[in-house]
């Protein structure tokens, strides 16, 4: 029976973040922290581009640092991995020679690692398994892998004998701290893999979607490979709003810069925007946030057709971040609504 | 050049201990204590029905306790598990809502849960596995798992409302604490399964075969399940001597009565003598030790044709537990010999 005296009930504006590891995890943090005072429903679609198999165990950094994060779990002095960590485990695996040594399993992330392992092998996909470790946490946000399937990024390089060889990313990253000649960047197994139905329906369905100051080449960079993601951003609802991952050409963190590098990207606020695309150049984006420092990148990117706005974009806390977020949903609004 | 003076070389002698978990391990420990005396070669071939898949790691609780107790790592105040344990991933892993919280997963022994697991799913056998384990080690003994294929026990008891119920032993021992209405154990898959290789081959050519005073039933009985076993032990090249699990009508430790009870054995150093069964009435001894207190048994036995010493059975050190190898040693010898 309907009542002819029934008002539109008022649904929550929804917000989708595209995110990388811990620089995505404390995006993350200032948008919920946005969201609790908008009454904004959040989801965290994270790249998977670093899972690896390590010891029998599904490894997957850039969930579990965005988890962490959202958890207030996650070390903030070390920068990674969760608070209050020991190595007990790690030193027994090393002991029978087992695993990577430079690649530290710390004992409470060990936990995580094993839970999903179980989860996975007991027939969970990637994306139950993610919301079941989460729902430990109450994080207030919905986390979700942009693929269930396994796209391992490899990367091209030199041995030291001047040979080519094809490593984890992983490896190059934490190993070799990206610091050897370096030639691409390989999604493995992607030709057969696609966005997950969650992920997809995220992207599509929100009101403003945000891609995190996340490494725009192996976080970003590897999402938008995996099929379905361009897709689902060209046919999203709302606004896509990009936040720039380099200040003053330097990467808020991580090494941005040489991953820009390999690919021939120019790591500049501008050059990242450029390289993402406007819309209306078949690009992805609807608009593009920059730091103060800057504002003349803004300023002949809006000249080109894109429109920035400039702020500070230091993630110093999650009042900052959750100011970014601000600008950022409303730059978005501005530029589908006006 | 076959030289005309050469002496044989004299061969070493060699022991091999069927044993189950902790108080096989203990045992272990006195046999390798007399070897380096006697200089014998040792291997220990260890129960595997006990073992289990746990949050997706291949746990192998006898295994575990035999190499910790020769290892000098294990935790002889608790009497199980590793020496100096934490249990920070076990916490994790409740928290998550994964696994038996009743089954307590110590950090250092998930280390060697963890690297069996990686080995086994890169395609070791559990033989294989158990050997790269255990030369972490320097054990001074060959350590080897009855058989390489996956025979759970499975414990047949009555659910709290009457019903029954199949749980894996582990359940029942740690869980149940053996205390709920039991009527049987299952060996499931055995019809499929068979001795590994390299234990049949070590029960085959061994100077002595000794049983441990491991749990008759859910230890050495369930070894003796496996096919094969039986084979090996009727065509070994050397004596079988048993070491009685029960002194004075009490299990040396564990709760052997209790599984004695159920499988209708009577839980005496006679009644599981009888149980093993002497070769010449198509049993597998050759000889039994029994502990003092049951020199009566042991007088009886004898008159039945079973060749039987009494002496300290007790296993409060290695000197103590070597003295009694060396009798189970002299004793087969003498029914072989003799």
């Not at 960590?85 to 060990?110: C, I, K, Q």
């Not at 450029?274 to 504002?295: I, K, N, Q, S, T």
Request: charged content about 25%; proline content about 4%.
């Amino acid at each position: 029976m309907a009542s002819s005296t029934s008002t539109p009930v008022p649904t929550r504006r929804s917000v989708t973040v595209l995110a990388g590891g811990v620089g995505g995890g404390r995006f993350a943090r200032g948008v919920r922290h946005l969201a609790r005072q908008q009454d904004l429903d959040v989801t965290v679609v994270v790249n998977t581009g670093d899972d690896l198999w390590l010891t029998g165990l599904r490894v997957c950094p850039d969930l579990d640092s965005v988890m962490y994060a959202l958890a207030d779990a996650n070390d903030t002095e070390r920068g990674w991995g969760r608070a209050g960590e020991s190595e007990r485990v790690s030193a027994e695996l090393t002991a029978y020679g087992v695993g990577w040594p430079w690649f530290t399993l710390g004992d409470l992330d060990l936990g995580t690692h094993i839970a999903r392992t179980a989860m996975l092998r007991d027939g969970d996909d990637l994306t139950r398994a993610t919301a079941r470790l989460a729902a430990r946490w109450a994080l207030d946000v919905t986390l979700l892998p942009v693929t269930d399937d396994e796209v391992p990024t490899l990367v091209d390089v030199d041995r030291p004998d001047g040979t080519r060889d094809r490593i984890h990313f992983e490896e190059w990253w934490v190993r070799h701290r990206a610091a050897i000649p370096t030639h691409g960047f390989v999604q493995q197994g992607v030709e057969r893999a696609s966005v997950s139905a969650a992920a997809a329906a995220a992207i599509r369905g929100a009101d403003v979607v945000l891609l995190a100051p996340s490494n725009p080449v192996v976080s970003i960079g590897t999402m938008l490979g995996v099929p379905g993601v361009r897709e689902a951003l060209a046919a999203a609802r709302g606004p896509v709003v990009g936040v720039a991952p380099v200040i003053g050409g330097r990467p808020v963190r991580g090494m941005a810069d040489v991953c820009c590098a390999v690919v021939g990207v120019e790591a500049t606020a501008a050059g990242i925007a450029r390289h993402y695309g406007a819309r209306r150049d078949g690009g992805l984006l609807d608009a593009w946030l920059v730091d103060e420092v800057d504002a003349d990148s803004a300023a002949e990117l809006q000249r080109d057709g894109l429109r920035t706005r400039a702020v500070p974009l230091w993630m110093t806390d999650d009042d900052a971040t959750a100011d970014m977020a601000r600008a950022a949903l409303a730059l978005g609004l501005e530029a589908r609504g006006a």
